[in-house]
């Protein structure tokens, strides 16, 4: 069975690090686009990330931009996604989203990165990510 298995979230102070993992397990077809979303209480998911297997290309949310890296280890399945100089706005739970449509993290990217989370069709349990002094 195919599924997205998330890790590495915690309790940081403003300004720390965390580096959040995506293992995907099981998949038998191809998966084009591995993705991070984000969700505040109160808020609607956000995308934060993208990394297409096809070409390479990253992708990244303006709030985050210059502070997340996106990158991936084929021969592990997984994905990461580095944050740094995190600041307390950056709280919230993020999942790990894959697709198999070849340009879904382009799709998402209409002049800024904001794709549409219902286009992904395989979403990891989640992971807790806050950050306060």
């Known amino acids: 069975q195919a599924q997205l298995v998330e890790s590495g979230g915690g309790l940081v102070q403003p300004g720390g690090s965390l580096r959040l993992s995506c293992a995907a397990i099981?998949?038998?077809?191809?998966?084009?686009?591995i993705a991070w979303f984000r969700q505040a209480p109160g808020k609607e998911r956000e995308g934060v990330s993208c990394i297409s297997s096809r070409d390479g290309n990253t992708y990244f949310a303006d709030s985050v931009k210059g502070r997340f890296t996106i990158s991936r280890d084929p021969a592990k399945n997984t994905v990461y996604l580095q944050m740094n100089g995190l600041n307390p706005e950056d709280t919230a739970v993020y999942y790990c989203a894959a697709d198999d449509t070849w340009d879904r993290c382009r799709r998402g990217y209409r002049g800024s990165y904001d794709p549409n989370p219902y286009e992904y069709d395989y979403w990891g349990q989640g992971t807790q990510v806050t950050v306060s002094s």
């Open positions: 099981g998949f038998t077809e191809d998966i084009y686009a």
